[in-house]
């Protein structure tokens, strides 16, 4: 039986040039350090260098902004996204891993931290969302990175706003558990990826790639009927499946009926 590949999910998204954004000074929390701005350069310079495909020199820049500060979840990111553009598939996973980690403190520190005033709390909340409406909009690859940006930046805007009403901390982005299934698929570790790609439905269920992907892991397992369930999800959501996977699941299930 000839097996579709597996799309992978962009986790490789980053688009050569540098585009609009608000200045960082207008989304710095007061307190700040000239470490976190270092760090913040040091993620550009690594997005900067994967945009142009030196990724050895990009997860070297990540990694000083990890070092730098710890928590910066899109730079653990980034060295998942340099580990997978080496086909590094076991240090990726391990680096989105971190990333989880990373997003998943932060966010519990977002949800109890003190402002000053209450005027300061909306400022914060003002800048991200200007920030959020401000993001250019980009197709294909890039499209993943800038969607995991603006869902982090969502995620603290709902814990300001909650305030003290926040019982826990925020989901990590839906393309985190998407990127973390393709590392692990791609490291053999099969049950891993199809928890990650349920995972990401769960926090998303408009999305069409887990879907895709998990009716590939469901078709390599022995679960054809449940494949083609995900495969027609992700058809309803508007992705178009990889040539040749439909048929081969319908394939498989005739097969399965055959006496």
């Given at each position: 039986m000839r097996i579709a590949f597996l799309v992978i999910p962009a986790v490789l998204a980053f688009v050569p040039g540098a585009p609009a954004q608000v200045k960082d000074a207008d989304i710095r929390m007061p307190t700040d350090s000239p470490t976190d701005v270092q760090a913040q350069q040091r993620l550009?310079?690594?997005?900067?260098?994967?945009?142009?495909?030196?990724?050895?020199?990009?997860?070297?820049?990540f990694k000083e902004a990890i070092a730098l500060d710890p928590l910066l979840f899109m730079a653990h990111y980034g060295v998942g996204s340099a580990h997978m553009a080496k086909k590094e598939y076991a240090a990726a996973a391990a680096a989105f891993e971190g990333a989880r980690a990373a997003f998943q403190e932060r966010a519990t520190l977002n949800a109890?931290?003190?402002?000053?005033?209450?005027?300061a709390r909306e400022s914060r909340i003002r800048a991200l969302k200007d920030k959020i409406r401000n993001e250019p909009e980009f197709s294909g690859a890039a499209a993943a990175q800038r969607q995991m940006q603006r869902q982090e930046m969502e995620a603290e805007v709902r814990s300001l706003e909650a305030g003290q009403e926040v019982s826990g901390p925020a989901s990590p982005p839906p393309g985190l558990f998407l990127a973390l299934g393709s590392a692990y698929f791609r490291s053999g570790r099969l049950p891993d990826a199809e928890r990650e790609y349920r995972a990401a439905i769960a926090a998303d269920p408009r999305l069409g790639e887990p879907r895709n992907n998990l009716a590939v892991i469901l078709l390599l397992t022995g679960r054809p009927a449940d494949a083609l369930t995900e495969?027609?999800?992700a058809e309803k959501n508007g992705f178009k499946p990889p040539a040749g996977l439909k048929a081969d699941i319908e394939a498989a299930i005739a097969k399965v009926r055959t006496p």
């Amino acid at each position: 039986m000839r097996i579709a590949f597996l799309v992978i999910p962009a986790v490789l998204a980053f688009v050569p040039g540098a585009p609009a954004q608000v200045k960082d000074a207008d989304i710095r929390m007061p307190t700040d350090s000239p470490t976190d701005v270092q760090a913040q350069q040091r993620l550009k310079e690594g997005q900067r260098l994967m945009s142009e495909d030196a990724f050895e020199e990009a997860g070297k820049a990540f990694k000083e902004a990890i070092a730098l500060d710890p928590l910066l979840f899109m730079a653990h990111y980034g060295v998942g996204s340099a580990h997978m553009a080496k086909k590094e598939y076991a240090a990726a996973a391990a680096a989105f891993e971190g990333a989880r980690a990373a997003f998943q403190e932060r966010a519990t520190l977002n949800a109890g931290r003190q402002f000053k005033t209450q005027s300061a709390r909306e400022s914060r909340i003002r800048a991200l969302k200007d920030k959020i409406r401000n993001e250019p909009e980009f197709s294909g690859a890039a499209a993943a990175q800038r969607q995991m940006q603006r869902q982090e930046m969502e995620a603290e805007v709902r814990s300001l706003e909650a305030g003290q009403e926040v019982s826990g901390p925020a989901s990590p982005p839906p393309g985190l558990f998407l990127a973390l299934g393709s590392a692990y698929f791609r490291s053999g570790r099969l049950p891993d990826a199809e928890r990650e790609y349920r995972a990401a439905i769960a926090a998303d269920p408009r999305l069409g790639e887990p879907r895709n992907n998990l009716a590939v892991i469901l078709l390599l397992t022995g679960r054809p009927a449940d494949a083609l369930t995900e495969l027609k999800a992700a058809e309803k959501n508007g992705f178009k499946p990889p040539a040749g996977l439909k048929a081969d699941i319908e394939a498989a299930i005739a097969k399965v009926r055959t006496p």
